[in-house]
């Protein structure tokens, strides 16, 4: 006989209680030297808060604890007020305190701060719209080994936007992206090989990096894949099969 839905949520609660409980423990030890002044643990608590990690979820509080830790120069803190000014979480949606708070941050060399700076300045939101800026912020976080703004600068060079179009950088880029194992990037590759633009043109290669994108989860890749597998040789195909399954097996899939 199965168990009542009562049952089921005490099983529940009974299962999790010591998890919380533990984080509950974890938020009063960061809490402490928190309030000692330690900038990072000031940071953190501010992240409990707002997510509700170990106490109830409150964004007041997570400002509250953000602005202490920025007062100090902690990057991360001025760059996650800059994502509750951006979000309007407890405050006014603001988009131009939110640049002026990413850009404390990614001065000081916060890469995530750098990403989201250089999207504000694509868009316009917060900031005079400048792909020049964009491009100068996404190529600092890229240099980081920042995934997206490496995909975000094989983008714009592909176009030819805020810098000279140039398809040699704009692979370049991607398959920097590619090979951290982003699945868009690896799709976007394997397109780049099989048209031979920005590197040369190479269906074996074309073949492995659509089917790596497939299998990092990017399952639009399947149709490319597929067609591309359609002007293969038995023997092309093996390799390509041999090269994705090396890959597989010695790199992590980051979805």
Not at 148 to 174: C, I, K, N, P, T
Not at 212 to 228: M, T, Y
Request: overall charge positive; proline content about 2%; some cysteine.
């Amino acid at each position: 006989m199965g168990l009542s839905m009562r049952s089921r949520q005490w099983m529940m609660v009974w299962l999790l209680l010591p998890f919380c409980l533990g984080l509950t423990k974890e938020f009063d030890r960061v809490l402490a030297r928190a309030e000692r002044g330690d900038s990072q643990a000031q940071s953190s608590v501010g992240l409990m808060y707002e997510y509700g990690e170990g106490v109830a979820q409150d964004y007041q509080q997570a400002i509250l604890w953000y602005r202490k830790a920025a007062a100090q120069g902690n990057a991360q803190a001025e760059s996650l007020l800059g994502f509750m000014y951006y979000k309007g979480k407890a405050v006014s949606q603001d988009y131009a305190a939110a640049a002026s708070w990413y850009r404390k941050a990614a001065e000081r060399g916060f890469v995530e701060a750098q990403l989201s700076l250089g999207n504000l300045y694509a868009t316009g939101q917060g900031v005079a719209q400048s792909d020049q800026e964009a491009v100068h912020w996404y190529r600092k976080a890229a240099n980081q080994g920042d995934v997206q703004a490496q995909s975000h600068m094989g983008l714009f060079y592909w176009r030819g936007q805020g810098v000279a179009q140039d398809s040699v950088e704009s692979a370049r880029w991607y398959r920097r992206a590619a090979e951290q194992g982003s699945a868009q990037a690896q799709a976007i590759l394997g397109i780049l090989y099989i048209l031979g633009q920005g590197v040369p043109q190479d269906t074996v290669a074309a073949y492995m990096w659509t089917s790596l994108a497939v299998h990092s989860g990017f399952g639009k890749a399947s149709g490319a894949r597929d067609k591309i597998a359609g002007l293969m040789t038995p023997a092309q195909r093996e390799e390509g099969q041999r090269l994705v399954r090396v890959w597989v097996e010695n790199r992590p899939v980051v979805r």
